[in-house]
């Protein structure tokens, strides 16, 4: 195992000079960290993934084109010698120009992740600028040269062994001579095509690299001092969480807590890493660590909310008593590629939710052609607009009573699709968008406030 960090730095702690500049001190303040993985500056991700979605009307694209330009020039002019950064920076703006006129004649996934791409590839250029500009011996290395995936765009699935074997050769020799700047979220296929992670990907691919230089420790620097009981702009007594363990930390992500990326912690946790998170805006604060084995396991851990759902329901009286129909169900949906988050069953129903799994937001959609060939076997309701709340904590499906305190305190709500005791770990269930906050708000008052 190496004697070295890995840094990761979100959007928000790199979005303006003032950022990066915090940023920088973080890294000076410690000599073990050699490696460092950047996000885009704050909102240019979204920006390219409009573009990316195709904007047919020039006017706008332009404005947002300019919007670019703008976020990066107010950083670019605050250096002491920008020339060089400034025309590297350009040169990928150039790159956003063209690729955004492809994109408006007709959008695809892969140059989709060829543009959103550009905003990590420029955020590196500057922040490895500002550190020489600091005294910091920084270099910028492509990322791309190392995370190879496959060519599933949008989300490419990470080829482990090769990551290493390349971070081996050509990462970790830089790392004893400098601290390297490098890009989240992006990599390439064997092709040398551009891919990406999915949408908040920067932090797994952080975990990534962590594992593939065998650090010895991965600190994700974000805009909160670390895991809390709950999200603290939606209760405002959710308190901060000094220690957690790998498998309570992998539930609060896989179920909303944006703190994380649901996969950061699998390559981490296939090696031991251990994994802080804390606020670059404030680290004095401190944080939270997240570790195989820690010394506190509460029954109740934390509240996570994930917004944005998609609910399927199928119904068939032929599924009474019947055999294989829900392997068809699934066959079909793996068929279209369609990823199942939860499910819930009755005699002649199912219920189950989609997952996001790429880069272009929103609610995840049933493809129509799957749809079309769902409606063969049975009727296909799908609903929007609503929220999996889920409670994180530790044996739950062996403690007596807890159930009574949760539903007894959400008795006005109207729950759907409870899921319950297939994890020791969660009880989740679906409210509809309008109430969710309040039914966070109602369960920390009773269970983390008391």
């Known amino acids: 195992m190496s004697n070295f960090n890995v840094a990761k730095f979100g959007g928000t702690s790199v979005a303006n000079f003032e950022a990066m500049s915090r940023c920088a001190a973080i890294i000076e303040s410690n000599p073990n960290t050699k490696l460092v993985v950047s996000s885009a500056c704050s909102g240019v991700t979204n920006l390219l993934v409009e573009l990316a979605n195709g904007v047919q009307d020039q006017e706008h694209r332009s404005e947002i084109l300019k919007q670019l330009a703008e976020i990066h020039d107010s950083i670019l002019n605050q250096l002491n010698d920008p020339t060089q950064t400034a025309s590297d920076v350009y040169s990928i703006l150039d790159t956003v120009t063209s690729l955004a006129e492809a994109a408006s004649i007709q959008a695809s996934n892969k140059l989709t992740d060829h543009l959103v791409a550009c905003g990590e590839l420029m955020s590196t250029f500057i922040l490895t600028q500002l550190m020489k ?16 995936t496959d060519n599933n765009f949008g989300k490419g699935e990470p080829e482990v062994e090769t990551i290493a074997q390349l971070a081996q050769q050509s990462l970790v020799p830089l790392c004893h001579d400098y601290v390297v700047v490098t890009q989240g979220f992006i990599g390439s296929d064997e092709e040398g095509n551009t891919t990406t992670l999915g949408r908040g990907g920067s932090d797994y691919s952080a975990a990534l690299i962590a594992e593939a230089v065998k650090a010895a420790g991965l600190e994700i620097w974000t805009d909160v001092p670390g895991i809390y009981t709950t999200d603290p702009r939606i209760a405002a007594k959710a308190s901060p969480i000094p220690e957690i363990s790998f498998s309570e930390a992998s539930e609060m992500a896989n179920f909303g ?21 804390g606020s670059s805006k404030e680290p004095e604060k401190g944080g939270t660590w997240i570790r195989h084995k820690v010394e506190s396991s509460p029954l109740f851990r934390a509240l996570a909310l994930r917004c944005n759902q998609t609910m399927v329901t199928l119904r068939s009286a032929k599924m009474f008593h019947a055999y294989g129909f829900l392997a068809k169900v699934f066959e079909i949906l793996a068929k279209h590629k369609v990823s199942v988050d939860l499910i819930t069953t009755s005699e002649i129903s199912v219920s189950l939710t989609l997952d996001q799994t790429d880069t272009s937001g929103g609610a995840p959609q049933l493809p129509e052609a799957a749809r079309l060939e769902l409606e063969e076997l049975c009727t296909v309701e799908v609903e929007h607009n ?49 109430v969710s906050k309040l039914a966070i708000q109602k369960l920390h008052t009773e269970l983390f406030e008391g």
């Open 386 to 434: 609503l929220c999996l709340v889920a409670l994180i904590g530790n044996n739950m499906s062996e403690s007596k009573g807890y159930a009574k305190q949760v539903f007894g305190t959400l008795e006005d709500f109207n729950l759907r699709m409870i899921c319950y005791g297939a994890s020791p770990h969660n009880l989740c269930f679906l409210v509809h968008e309008s």
């Open 133 to 148: 500009e600091r005294g910091i011996n920084a270099v910028r290395f492509d990322i791309r040269d190392v995370l190879r």
């Open 257 to 277: 807590a944006k703190i994380l990326h649901p996969s950061t912690l699998v390559p981490a946790l296939r090696h031991d890493i251990p994994v802080f998170v």
